[in-house]
């Protein structure tokens, strides 16, 4: 097998590859002989009639990925029709789930671990594999004065949209950071005034001048930021100092990770928190979609790269059931078992 770029270890620092062709090249040769072309073999009879993937927000990456795999799935014959669902993000789509709305969903790791904290507690849903990086942003104005995270104190900042990933992380990185919050309309002295604003609510009020900060949770580059950056210059807070207490409290489901100078207009480079991006889908879906899913996730990765971002593709042997302790459907295990000899 083609070595595949070393990503980082659990705990170390996660930069980006170079470009998004050497993850093309290392996955088509690397992978293309592991796993039986046994998608060119599905017949009408046996393969679902819709399929939905829950993605996200319009401008985000999940909306652009999820689409990306709708289209792939159709394409290649796993369903003789899917589409890509718009969500709030990882939590609404956990709850698509869940309710049988959809048949596969991306969400973050830390997510899937709801509602009980654990990563085991995933009743009703499997893994089909971690397919990306994510990347916390901080985002403020450059003129806001605002360099660090403990500068937040007073301020008032948009933390996600309800049923976003965004909203169950970001509360986490301001009590990390010790910081006291407030639903308040105005932040009080000492304390962090928080509204639910998701992405591009978030972006209008930031570039308004109605919030301070943006914290958001996403592919690099995430569109919406890097054309809000070129209306009105912007930066990146460090996160990574939150990273030791974020693992004392929640374990090892956030990493240390960069987003690389250039990323975003006039932007220098922010390590900051990232989180597995796992596809996840119904426990309940049947072992041959599931097996074919994860064949097109190894033989066809090249087709799922949003144009809009660089992202890390965790598509590889390897990482793909790295999981992060959310359980692999049965038969993606025995595909990626296969995989291994």
């Not at 986490?172 to 639910?196: I, K, W």
């Not at 059931?321 to 993606?332: M, Q, Y």
Request: aromatic share 4%.
């Amino acid at each position: 097998m083609v070595p595949v770029p070393d990503l980082g270890t659990p705990g170390g620092p996660v930069a980006l590859p170079p470009r998004r062709t050497l993850l093309k090249s290392a996955l088509a040769v690397g992978l293309a002989a592991c796993l039986p072309p046994a998608l060119s073999a599905c017949t009408g009879a046996d393969r679902p009639e819709n399929l939905t993937v829950a993605g996200g927000e319009p401008g985000g990456f999940y909306l652009e990925f999820s689409t990306l795999l709708a289209a792939a799935l159709e394409r290649h014959g796993v369903a003789h029709r899917a589409s890509a669902l718009s969500t709030g993000g990882s939590l609404d789509n956990i709850a698509e789930l869940r309710a049988g709305r959809a048949a596969f969903a991306v969400a973050l790791a830390d997510a899937a671990a709801q509602p009980g904290g654990s990563a085991q507690d995933t009743a009703g849903i499997a893994a089909i594999g971690k397919v990306y990086e994510n990347y916390v942003h901080c985002v403020v104005r450059k003129d806001s004065g605002i360099r660090d995270v403990p500068a937040l104190a007073g301020r008032r900042v948009a933390v996600g949209q309800p049923g976003s990933g965004t909203s169950l992380t970001t509360p986490r990185l301001l009590e990390a950071a010790g910081l006291r919050t407030s639903g308040d309309a105005a932040p009080s002295a000492g304390t962090t005034a928080v509204e639910n604003l998701g992405l591009n609510d978030g972006i209008a009020a930031l570039k308004a001048g109605t919030v301070d900060a943006l914290f958001w949770s996403g592919g690099v580059p995430t569109a919406a930021i890097a054309a809000a950056a070129q209306e009105v210059p912007m930066g990146l807070l460090d996160l990574s100092g939150l990273l030791p207490e974020l693992r004392r409290r929640y374990g090892g489901l956030y990493d240390r990770v960069l987003i690389p100078e250039g990323s975003y207009p006039g932007v220098p480079a922010a390590w900051t928190v990232g989180a597995p991006n796992l596809l996840l889908c119904r426990s309940d879906l049947d072992s041959a979609t599931v097996e074919r899913t994860v064949q097109l996730l190894v033989h066809n990765a090249g087709e799922l790269i949003p144009q809009s971002s660089l992202g890390v593709q965790f598509l590889s042997a390897e990482s793909l059931i790295n999981t992060a302790g959310v359980p692999l459907h049965p038969a993606a295990a025995d595909a990626y078992r296969a995989l291994h000899g």
